[in-house]
T-cell receptor
Framework: KQEVTQIPAALSVPEGENLVLNCSFT??????LQWFRQDPGKGLTSLLL?????REQTSGRLNASLDKSSGRSTLYIAASQPGDSATYLC???????????FGGGTRVLVKP | NAGVTQTPKFQVLKTGQSMTLQCAQD?????MYWYRQDPGMGLRLIYY???????DKGEVPNGYNVSRLNKREFSLRLESAAPSQTSVYFC??????????FGDGTRLSIL
């Protein structure tokens, strides 16, 4: 059974600092990995999607890496802003079973 | 705008009542999903539909039924609501090589 872990569960940083969020998964036979953002009381917004054949994806200040063999992904957010405060979730998609397994999320607070 | 639409956004039920949560997507994706999100439990899959005409159980299917009405619509039914089903429910859709897209959620309270 696939298990996805995100550490730390919560993170507080001053504005301008770079954020590093970690995600680990137990079964490396994944189809893709996705990072989401969730604001309080809201739905999930997709940030980055990394296919199993890719090593990283970038979008603006966001960069996500994938190391399938070690079962790890890292989301980097450069020069954090108070607007980056949210919960970040990673999820892995296994083709067999056609479904996502989510980590518990990392709650981020960026202080002005 | 393309996306996933869930109705209603909020609902309060009494124990034993029934209701159906509606979900529609206009992204032309084959697969659709229902999740529930609870504090400390994360997002858990209730049911999913890999394509029109098929449905499968997820991690927590007990107490729920689903209907894939057509390619666009996937509904979740609570036949006899219980307080343990108080949660936030999310619908999502997925197409190959694409990210999963989520609706804004339905906040359901059962008294």
């Amino acid at each position: 059974k696939q298990e996805v872990t995100q550490i730390p569960a919560a993170l507080s940083v001053p504005e301008g600092e770079n954020l590093v969020l970690n995600c680990s998964f137990t079964d490396s036979a994944i189809y893709n990995l996705q990072w989401f953002r969730q604001d309080p009381g809201k739905g999930l917004t997709s940030l980055l999607l990394i296919q199993s054949s890719q090593r990283e994806q970038t979008s603006g200040r966001l960069n996500a890496s994938l190391d399938k063999s070690s079962g790890r992904s890292t989301l980097y957010i450069a020069a954090s802003q108070p607007g980056d405060s949210a919960t970040y979730l990673c999820a892995v998609f296994k083709a067999a079973g056609n479904k996502l397994t989510f980590g518990g999320g990392t709650r981020v607070l960026v202080k002005p | 705008n393309a996306g996933v639409t869930q109705t209603p956004k909020f609902q309060v039920l009494k124990t034993g009542q029934s209701m159906t949560l509606q979900c529609a997507q206009d992204m032309n994706h084959n697969s659709m999903y229902w999740y529930r999100q609870d504090p400390g439990m994360g997002l858990r899959l209730i049911y999913y539909s890999a394509s029109e005409g098929t449905t499968d159980k997820g991690e927590v299917p007990n107490g729920y039924n689903v209907s894939r009405l057509n390619k666009r619509e996937f509904s979740l039914r609570l036949e006899s609501a219980a307080p343990s089903q108080t949660s936030v429910y999310f619908c999502a859709c997925w197409g190959r090589q694409q990210p999963q897209h989520f609706g804004d959620g339905t906040r359901l309270s059962i008294l």
